[in-house]
């Protein structure tokens, strides 16, 4: 098995055309011919941080997105004396600046990319803040609650700051006040204000231990980027191989027209002799209904020709987004291509194409990542099977301030008191509280982890029989395309000797029919004969050259012949 060929390093997706002209390229996160007025999602992805103007604009903004697009570009670059004109290079140019289809591939990385920072939102800092206020009074059943009739009022407020590393370690900064009041009697500091200050961590010590283990999600959200990718590469080899077999199909519904009018021209001019003999006498009543069958015939023929080539040019309409543009719906568009192929080409070695498309086929590259993800998740499952024993380490520091009631050789005294009483003592550490601790959870049987690391190896298991499978697929899909590719060939060279056979055939009957020692039947027979071999040489060529576009797409070959860089 090829599994051997790894995936390359990070793609970024750009397109151009042409090794000669400036390059069209679209990058893989700035919009093409969409463009929005509201916060595109490389915008929203920058997630501002809490205090900043951005911040506000992006949180708390009600309007909705609204996607404008642009008419579609470059369609009068290519505009000669009122109908376009197009080569395949120029024809490509257009359908990658405006093919609907391929500008869905250019955001269809959007939300893998999303992904990866949503994997890291598991490290985002957060503050959490409360405060309450509650008042109660009750009855009291003894002196020594200070009061009939007890009121208290408690005021707590806190503020917590807490972030996960990607080490796993867990650490919490938190300040916390309370004011108390009362009318109990014996309260001695009434109001009070405590304070305090509070710092925790936690670190796993065997599951989520370091970097690696916290940072997988991370990583599979790379890999399946990675992956995307190809898989985006793979849908634009379709896309362009669509676009251009759009193209010969336009050509050969134009040859075939071309074809059917000179069958036309030539049944035509063959019933006007046919009725001038017919007004001198030289030929019989009855010999003059075939001729004029074979012209209603072509007439027919022709007619279903300018349908079928109007069909095919709506659908290349459609691949430039001519359709989109109502000053080019109805242009004329004329394609400069030959339909016959080059007569003399070397015939492909089969081996070489299947070992040259396993290093560069996007659907094997997108399997064997599938594999890296498979590791990934393997190494996550069997971290998950580990004891979960956690190491934690705190320390606090409280203050307490407040008006103060004391008695000294009987007399009462007041003492004043508050808020900075209670932030000097916290912040100057006077009492201080600290510790650590252990913890530890062990699954004595944990039939869900070994579950999901079995799934893991499963998983593991089928991607890589998929991956051989893929492999074989492209082996096959090779042969097949070098032996369509040579049949067409010799399908074309055999049609041209067809033609060449039917055209000597057709100038020795008018010779013998001009001599008058055969009738219109023969000749009429080597006519449509002609017109046949004509239009097989038509189907052949255009035949060949899809051919051709097949065999560069399973080779992998497709967008470097056309000057489509993927970079």
């Known amino acids: 098995m090829r599994l051997k060929y790894l995936l390359p390093g990070t793609l970024f997706l750009a397109l151009s055309l042409g090794a000669q002209q400036p390059p069209s390229t679209f990058q893989q996160y700035i919009p093409g011919p969409g463009v929005k007025s509201m916060p595109d999602g490389a915008a929203v992805l920058d997630a501002p941080v809490f205090g900043t103007g951005a911040y506000f604009r992006t949180h708390f903004r009600s309007e909705q997105p609204r996607i404008f697009l642009k008419a579609p570009a470059r369609l009068s670059d290519f505009a000669v004396d009122g109908h376009i004109e ?61 009061a009939p009739t007890l009121t208290r009022l408690t005021q707590p407020l806190s503020f917590t700051y807490q972030q996960t590393l990607d080490t796993g370690t867990i650490y919490s900064l938190g300040f916390s006040g309370n004011k108390f009041s009362s009318n109990s009697a014996f309260a001695t500091v009434n109001p009070s204000i405590g304070s305090s200050l509070d710092f925790s961590v936690q670190q796993p010590l065997l599951r989520n231990f370091g970097r690696f283990n916290n940072r997988l999600a991370v990583m599979v959200a790379e890999s399946q980027l990675k992956r995307s990718r190809h898989d985006v590469e793979t849908e634009l080899f379709r896309l362009i191989q669509v676009a251009e077999n759009t193209y010969w199909a336009v050509v050969e519904a134009r040859e075939n027209l071309r074809v059917n009018e000179e069958a036309l021209r030539l049944a035509d001019a063959l019933l006007k002799r046919a009725e001038k003999e017919l007004e001198l006498g030289a030929i019989s009543p009855l010999d003059i209904y075939q001729p004029q069958q074979t012209k209603a015939n072509r007439e027919i023929f022709v007619t279903q020709s300018h349908f079928r080539l109007e069909q095919t040019i709506d659908a290349l309409r459609r691949q430039i ?72 380490l705190f320390y606090s520091t409280s203050g307490l301030g ?38 530890l959870r062990l699954p004595i049987r944990d039939r869900r982890g070994a579950a999901n690391m079995a799934d893991a190896v499963v998983s593991k298991r089928l991607n890589t029989l998929r991956a051989r499978n893929i492999e074989q697929g492209i082996r096959l899909d090779v042969l097949t395309a070098v032996n369509n590719l040579e049949s067409s060939k010799a399908g074309v060279r055999l049609a041209q000797v067809s033609v060449d056979f039917a055209q000597k055939r057709v100038d020795a009957e008018q010779k013998k029919y001009d001599l008058g020692v055969t009738t219109i ?16 040489l038509v189907t052949q060529a255009a035949q060949y050259r899809r051919n051709l576009t097949n065999l560069l797409r399973v080779t992998g070959d497709l967008l470097e012949e056309r000057g489509v860089v993927v970079q």
């Open 521 to 536: 039947f023969f000749l009429l027979q080597a006519q449509n004969d002609l017109a046949s071999s004509q239009a097989e």
């Open 402 to 439: 407040g008006t103060t009631f004391t008695e000294q050789q009987g007399v009462p005294r007041v003492i004043p008191g508050g808020l900075g009483d209670a932030l000097s003592q916290v912040f100057g550490f006077n009492f201080p509280t600290y510790g650590f601790s252990l913890s």
């Open 86 to 146: 197009l080569s395949l290079k120029n024809y490509l140019e257009l359908v990658l600046a405006n093919n609907t289809d391929i500008e869905v591939q250019k955001w269809a990385l959007e939300i893998p990319r999303n992904a990866i920072t949503r994997s890291l939102g598991a490290f985002d800092p957060a503050v959490l803040a409360t405060f309450r206020s509650t008042r109660d009074t009750t009855p009291t059943a003894s002196e020594l609650d200070g």
């Open 321 to 392: 987004g001519a359709d989109l543009d109502p000053d080019f719906r109805r242009v004329p568009i004329e394609l400069t291509e030959p339909v016959l192929p080059p007569t003399e080409t070397a015939a492909p070695e089969p081996e070489q194409l299947i070992e040259r498309a396993y290093l560069k086929r996007p659907d094997l590259k997108s399997a064997l990542q599938g594999l890296d993800i498979d590791d990934l998740n393997f190494d996550f499952a069997r971290n998950q099977l580990k004891p979960d024993l956690a190491l934690g």
